[in-house]
Each structure stands twice: as C-alpha cells, then as structure tokens.
C-alpha cells in the first residue's frame, strides 16, 4: 500500500465506549443450536475478532447480527437502544466470504454502484481505489480476479460505505504472510479512521496480531470475552491459542 486510506468520520462515539450490544442472542435449526445464549459488547473504534473453528457459529453470528438470518431470540443494541432491522441495515456492513452476488460485473461498475447508492465524491472513491491498488484491475470481471484481489475490492466497498460498524468474514483466508500482513495493516487504518470492525477469524495466530479483543466461540456458545491480557490472566495461558484451549 503505498498511500493512507482515506477516510469520512461520520460518527462521534468516543473510542472505547460500548457501541453494539449482543444480548442472549438465540438461533437453531430444528433440534440444534447454533447459536445458544451469546452476550458480549462492540467497543468504538476496535477490531474484535470472533474467534473458533470452521463450525463454531461465527458466520450464522454475523449474519444474525447483520439482520441477514431470523434469530430465535436476544437483541442487538445500539448504546443501549434496541436496534430493528432497518436500523442494523443502516449501521451494520457485513463482508461475507465471498463476491458470489456481483461475480458476472466489472470491478469499475460494482464500486461506481456503491459510491452512487451513497453518495461518496468521486475523488473519494478514486483515493481509496488507488490506496488500496486496484487501478489495474478495474476493468476486470469479478469472477477473473484473485482471491487477493477480490479481498481488496471487499475493503474497497467496505470503505465507501458510511457504516459506522463493518463486520468481515474470514479477511486472511486465501492469503499469504506477507499479503496478510499487508491487509492487517489496512484494517487497523480502517479502524484509526473512525470505524469499528467485527472479524471472524479462525487463524488464531492472525487474530492475535490485529485484534484489540476477543470474542471465543465452540459449539454455537460463548467460552470467553476480553483481551488478550485480560484471557491471559483468567487461564494463567500465555498465547491466544492456549487461552482458547483451556476455555474450550
């Protein structure tokens, strides 16, 4: 990245107050539980990663949040306010792991949708376009493109959006160290900017360079809140991956 990531500070919640609340939020399918009694806090302005393996619930917990998927119970609250699904629509971008709905359209037309249903300036959209390198591959189809690069074009449309909270599913996958490393960067500028960031990751060692807290889930449940320091303290474990063991 060879330029800052631009950004428009749209929202004036102070970096670490209680932004979103999830309270005992429910979802099953039939007989199983996918989701069972999950309660924690969004603090302003961090990256909170959702933390489990394939299966724990981390994207049926997005997606719920997101309003995407009916729950079976719980609420998701904004400073304390009940938010509806307009209301979450309005204030929660949610990244799958994918393009699959634009793939048949050109790069430049998905991000001139974006920019348009918004409102963002076109220097705007040309900085963030240019900052995060996909000038030459504008003309592209989405379905021709890298995993790498499509990653980019998810914070690109991620960026231009005015959501004050953006939630990602599995943001590293498909990427190598230095790519990583590369993207971490830009998420944590993404953050400086005013933003806050929901991640599910289930690469602990990439979660523990870019997180401020964490969130463990196992089975659809709740096993852990806080941050590294404080998961240390509770389970006297010293790494991420060891906190994780010993609460699961």
Not at 146 to 154: A, D, E, I, P, V
Not at 156 to 166: G, N, R, S, Y
Not at 183 to 207: E, P, S, W
Request: hydrophobic share 45%; charged share 25%; with cysteine.
């Amino acid at each position: 990245m060879t330029q800052p990531i631009p950004m428009i500070r749209d929202h004036h919640v102070g970096k670490g107050s209680a932004l979103l609340q999830i309270k005992e939020l429910v979802k099953r399918y039939g007989d199983q539980w996918v989701l069972a009694d999950i309660s924690f806090s969004v603090q302003a302005n961090e990256v909170l990663g959702l933390i489990g393996p394939n299966g724990a619930g981390k994207t049926t917990l997005m997606e719920a949040i997101a309003g995407l998927v009916p729950t079976d119970g719980g609420l998701v609250l904004w400073q304390g306010t009940a938010l509806s699904l307009r209301q979450r629509r309005e204030r929660l971008f949610y990244l799958p792991d994918g393009l699959h709905p634009w793939e048949d359209q050109f790069v430049s037309r998905v991000i001139d949708f974006f920019s348009s249903v918004y409102g963002r300036p076109d220097g705007f959209v040309t900085e963030i376009v240019d900052a995060l390198g996909l000038t030459p591959i504008l003309h592209k189809r989405i379905s021709a493109l890298s995993k790498g690069y499509g990653r980019r074009l998810m914070l690109t449309l991620a960026l231009v959006t005015p959501h004050p909270v953006v939630l990602m599913d599995e943001p590293f996958d498909g990427f190598d160290l230095r790519q990583t490393r590369e993207i971490m960067g830009m998420l944590r500028d993404i953050a400086a900017g005013g933003r806050t960031l929901v991640l599910a990751i289930h690469q602990l060692v990439d979660a523990e360079r870019v997180c401020d807290r964490f969130v463990l889930l196992a089975d659809g449940r709740l096993r852990g809140t806080g941050t590294l320091e404080e998961l240390r303290h509770e389970t006297g474990k010293a790494s991420l991956e060891e906190v994780f063991l010993a609460l699961t």
